[in-house]
């Protein structure tokens, strides 16, 4: 009997999303999968459920990737009013625009100047210097903020000029998802799928909280979802061979800013830019070289010549031992009897040996990682990696329970993030040794205003079944969803949409917290533009 590649797809996903369950459930109660395999009864138990929940994910899935939508589009008909014309097809970005607004109006009233994370400051005393600048947090961003307190500072309150920053920062936001509604339109996404995405993005507290916060990643969403609607632009135009070279120049400006406002954002391009193929067509791969040959080159420029040019660091290494760091650190902490010598001296070489197990946080890699020596010798890297290898093959369970332990928040919608809040700030927090440096700050009049609005998150989060959105589970969940759904429908194209989304994803999984909503943000600012792109119906309409 001949397996199907709906079979396949349906198994895997079936397996991975009754694993996540799983883990997250056992890494709650005992920080470990022990809950699982503490003992034979436990083993059996484990995996009798596994199987269990295996078999009705995939049965579901398969269910599921057998309806006709995939390939034709929903069809359902719904009958259409005179305020889903009058918002989606007369005023398509306009009302939307006007309608975001006026949804988080009472946040950039009650929430006035705005406000700031822990990152977002380090950043901004990073760049008046006050503390050594690093590109650990991309430098013009930071420029950016930089520049905005300047503003304050001249006309005499820097609280103006925070507050001019992030009031721009939501008027972009409400103009980049109000794009979203644009694009919906030309594609003729269903209008009940509009109607969602209104909601989410009007009544979702997440997105006026980030929205309104002088941080590196709420400018990153926004240029991401950006990105996402130029793509989508760029492969139907050049599909077509009518795109322009004002339009390739203003795709190519998107992903530098991509590029500005996180570090990573070069990973998201570079990846995605060869996987254009895919979509255009191997005709169009000049269009697609010209991309990213000049995306190399501004990589280059940036990190080789304007971060000397301009006095700025460059990252620590310490970023992209994140993974490697933790399991280490488990190891020592779980086996410290079985550390020779010269493991301990070689681990000493690049960590703090001497503090490593007390410093472990299972779900935070911060603590560890910056124990990093960048002054490290080459030797004494290799030496660690050479340790890290031998340990490895010594205790396989311990390294995977030290990865998992770190991610299982982003497979399990049951989870809620790791900082347990609603993922957005309601007050101006950080440090004293930053916030000594600046004068802007909240109103005192509309303490209550904040404290209310917060509870009401908090509540609505406390809402079963609702407050499974504000966990990130569930965005990988109907990320790896969709992507099965193209796949099995084999509608190659679409699923070019999906890498930035994906390559995000794994972003998140060797990222230093587990379930940080922030890091989700990218994702779920453009699920429901991927959603409208893969369930669109009928003839689309030219962009």
Not at 420 to 433: A, H, L, R, V
Request: aromatic letters at 18%.
């Amino acid at each position: 009997m001949k397996v199907t590649r709906k079979e396949v797809i349906s198994l895997i996903l079936g397996i991975i999303f009754a694993f996540g369950l799983m883990a997250g459930h056992s890494f709650q109660l005992t920080g470990s999968l022990k809950y699982y395999y503490a003992s034979r009864i436990a083993l059996g138990r484990g995996i009798i459920i596994w199987i269990i929940i295996s078999i009705f994910f995939t049965i579901f899935l398969y269910k599921i990737y057998s309806c006709r939508f995939w390939i034709d589009g929903i069809r359902l008909k719904y009958k259409s009013k005179k305020i889903s014309e009058f918002i989606f097809e007369k005023h398509p970005w306009g009302v939307p625009f006007i309608i975001l607004f006026v949804c988080w109006l009472p946040y950039v009233i009650f929430l006035f100047p705005g406000t700031i994370s822990w990152d977002g400051f380090e950043a901004l005393t990073g760049a008046f210097r006050y503390i050594e600048w690093t590109n650990h947090h991309p430098a013009i961003s930071s420029w950016f903020m930089r520049l905005a307190i300047e503003i304050g500072r001249k006309i005499g309150n820097e609280t103006y000029g925070f507050f001019l920053y992030n009031m721009i920062q939501i008027l972009l936001q409400a103009a980049v998802f109000s794009g979203v509604f644009y694009v919906m339109k030309k594609k003729k996404t269903w209008y009940p799928i509009r109607w969602i995405t209104l909601v989410w993005y009007g009544f979702f507290s997440v997105w006026p909280t980030n929205g309104y916060a002088m941080n590196k990643d709420t400018m990153y969403y926004i240029v991401f979802t950006l990105y996402i609607l130029l793509t989508i632009e760029f492969v139907k135009k050049a599909k077509k061979n009518i795109i322009t070279w004002k339009q390739i120049v203003m795709y190519i400006a998107v992903m530098i800013l991509l590029c500005i406002f996180r570090n990573n954002g070069i990973y998201v391009v570079l990846l995605t830019i060869p996987c254009l193929l895919i979509a255009t067509g191997k005709k169009q791969w000049k269009k697609v070289l010209i991309l990213l040959v000049c995306m190399v080159l501004y990589n280059s420029f940036y990190n080789q010549i304007f971060l000397p040019m301009v006095n700025i660091q460059s990252g620590s290494e310490r970023e992209i031992f994140s993974v490697p760091f933790q399991q280490t650190a488990r190891y020592v902490k779980e086996h410290p009897e079985e550390v020779t010598t010269e493991e301990a001296d070689a681990i000493r070489g690049v960590l703090d040996y001497d503090h490593l197990a007390e410093l472990y946080n299972p779900e935070l890699s911060d603590n560890v990682k910056w124990t990093y020596k960048d002054e490290a010798s080459k030797n004494e890297k290799k030496l660690y990696i050479k340790t890290w290898f031998n340990q490895f093959l010594k205790h396989p369970l311990t390294y995977l329970e030290a990865t998992l332990n770190n991610t299982y928040r982003y497979f399990d919608p049951l989870q809620e993030e790791f900082y347990g809040g609603t993922g957005g700030e309601y007050e101006i927090s950080g440090p004293d040794f930053y916030r000594e440096h600046f004068a802007f700050k909240q109103n005192s009049i509309f303490s209550k205003e904040r404290d209310g609005l917060q509870k009401m998150a908090e509540f609505i989060k406390g809402i079963p079944g609702i407050g499974v959105l504000y966990g990130t589970g569930i965005y990988t969940w109907v990320l790896l969803f969709l992507m099965g759904g193209v796949l099995v429908s084999k509608q190659y194209e679409k699923f070019t949409f999906l890498i930035p989304l994906l390559i995000t994803l794994l972003i998140c999984i060797v990222s230093p917290v587990n379930g940080c909503m922030r890091y989700m943000l990218p994702i779920m600012s453009s699920l429901p533009i991927i959603i409208g792109i893969i369930l669109y119906t009928g003839e689309e309409e030219a962009l």
